[in-house]
């Protein structure tokens, strides 16, 4: 909050008003005053004077008003005398220079700046020229990290995840509605994706084991440019989506690590059963049971080898061999074989989005 918007009010009020007004901070030291000497003078108040629920109370020579957030007042307002005019005075100052300061973070705030590009609310030629009225570095390395909560309770996860980002000139958390949080962090030169990955991982664990708020976190990739965060926006939506058929037992899921899974989820649905269709040409997917297809999960898991899958599962070598002739039979594909495997693999994941999204004709 820039003070020489409070300035401007308080001295245009000095003609009106024939006391002594002003602002003081958090640190309690005048910011605004109709007397320019006393600026950066302390007020010998404390952070217990200003728990009365909003209310003025008088102090010294003076009677103060605080404003801002209704728990945390940012500022007070001062006024000389302690009689019911000048809680009137104070009561006036503190509405106007409320509805200022709303208006103040409004336009120029950088966090409701970010919010509307990564949402796509600002016309991409206006981007650069709000980054610079704003003096927004736009030319960092970003990556934005979306947090969705699985299990809601009575903690504020936006709150808890502003506390362990608390740098808000380079790191942005934003409320993008009742699930979902968007951490925009900015990124030192050499970061890679296991590091992002790691810092995912920090946060899932902080809000699981400290305020037991389930939580999955869709990982963008890095961008430089202001204009380029809601491409990572959108690259973490869709692997939290991805995930959410493909990985569902994972609570971290990279978009620069979704393979295959990424192209499957954007083909029509319709594409995806022709290919379903073309691969069980002699049967369907669903004449699998839940033992076969455990055991292929498991040969996938053990790099297609007979021998380890077996020993993994406690079955003799022909037993599997059985399974997998079973499935050759069925498909065609011999799963012992490297690009058969593939294909198997491919439409195991189709059969799987199909599930999460069937076919609308």
Do not use: W
């Not at 909003?54 to 007042?73: D, E, I, Q, R, S």
């Not at 006036?92 to 409004?106: F, R």
């Not at 999955?216 to 959108?234: N, P, Q, Y």
């Not at 692997?239 to 295959?260: C, H, P, R, W």
């Amino acid at each position: 909050m820039s003070n020489r918007v409070f300035q401007g009010v308080v001295h245009q009020m000095r003609d009106a008003i024939d006391r002594t007004v002003g602002v003081i901070d958090e640190t309690f030291a005048v910011i605004a005053c109709s007397e320019l000497g006393l600026i950066g003078e302390p007020h010998d108040i404390s952070a217990a004077d200003l728990n009365t629920g909003g209310n003025a109370f008088v102090k010294g020579n003076f009677t103060y008003k605080p404003f801002g957030a209704p728990a945390n007042p940012e500022y007070v307002i001062f006024v000389e005398g302690t009689d019911e005019q000048a809680a009137k005075y104070a009561a006036m100052l503190a509405i106007a220079l409320s509805n200022i300061k709303q208006y103040y973070d409004e336009k120029y705030d950088r966090s409701n700046f970010v919010k509307n590009v990564i949402l796509d609310n600002i016309l991409a030629g206006d981007i650069y020229l709000k980054a610079r009225e704003l003096r927004f570095n736009g030319d960092a390395t970003r990556a934005v990290l979306l947090i969705r909560m699985v299990t809601r309770n009575d903690v504020s996860v936006y709150d808890v995840i502003q506390n362990l980002f608390p740098d808000r000139q380079k790191d942005f958390v934003i409320n993008v509605n009742e699930t979902n949080i968007a951490l925009v962090k900015e990124l030192k030169p050499g970061i890679e994706t296991k590091d992002l990955e790691k810092l995912a991982r920090s946060i899932v664990d902080t809000l699981s084991s400290e305020f037991y708020t389930h939580t999955v976190v869709g990982i963008g990739t890095a961008v430089e440019g202001i204009k380029e965060l809601a491409r990572s926006f959108k690259e973490a939506q869709i692997a939290l989506e991805v995930g959410k058929v493909f990985d569902t037992e994972k609570t971290i899921v990279s978009y620069d690590n979704l393979g295959i899974a990424r192209l499957i989820y954007q083909l029509p649905t319709t594409m995806c059963e022709t290919f379903l269709k073309e691969v069980f040409k002699r049967g369907s997917i669903e004449s699998l049971d839940q033992e076969t297809l455990f055991t292929i999960q498991r040969f996938f898991e053990n790099n297609l080898n007979v021998s380890e899958t077996s020993r993994k599962l406690f079955v003799h070598r022909n037993t599997l061999v059985y399974r997998l002739e079973k499935i050759r039979k069925m498909t065609g594909l011999d799963l012992r074989e490297f690009d058969h495997a593939i294909v198997f693999k491919i439409a195991l994941m189709v059969k799987k989005y199909l599930t999460a999204n069937p076919v609308k004709y």
